[in-house]
Nanobody, 127 residues
Framework: QVQLVESGGGLVQAGGSLRLSCAAS????????MGWFRQAPGKEREFVAA????????YYADSVKGRFTISRDNAKNTVYLQMNSLKTEDAAVYYC????????????????????WGQGTQVTVSS
């Protein structure tokens, strides 16, 4: 079974930075695409960023392009989300997700394209 554990959330002022981490266990991490999603109260879960199994391809929501960076360290079984220039509208619970297709040629941008999820980490941005 795959386990994903997010960390790094917290309270930050607008304009500040946070780095989220997602530690994976239970299978060969380097074979699978990973994604970050977020969900604010009363809203649907939305795509933030994704990275393919090798780390060579990265995708971002328009709302975070140029501010957020997704990366992975396959030796540490960890995917990261560096968030800079945070805005109040970035506040949400952030979830890490893992694909189940080995070395997939495509990367999912929708929640239903991922099979494993972490418990989420809260990001609060004050004005």
């Amino acid at each position: 079974q795959v386990q994903l554990v997010e960390s790094g959330g917290g309270l930050v002022q607008a304009g500040g930075s946070l780095r989220l981490s997602c530690a994976a266990s239970g299978r060969t991490f380097s074979n699978y695409a990973m994604g970050w999603f977020r969900q604010a109260p009363g809203k649907e879960r939305e795509f933030v960023a994704a990275i393919n199994w090798s780390g060579g391809n990265k995708y971002y929501a328009d709302s975070v392009k140029g501010r957020f960076t997704i990366s992975r360290d396959n030796a540490k079984n960890t995917v990261y989300l560096q968030m800079n220039s945070l805005k109040t509208e970035d506040a949400a619970v952030y979830y890490c997700a893992a694909d189940s297709v080995v070395r997939s040629l495509r990367v999912g941008l929708r929640p239903d394209e991922y099979d494993y999820w972490g418990q989420g980490t809260q990001v609060t941005v004050s004005s």
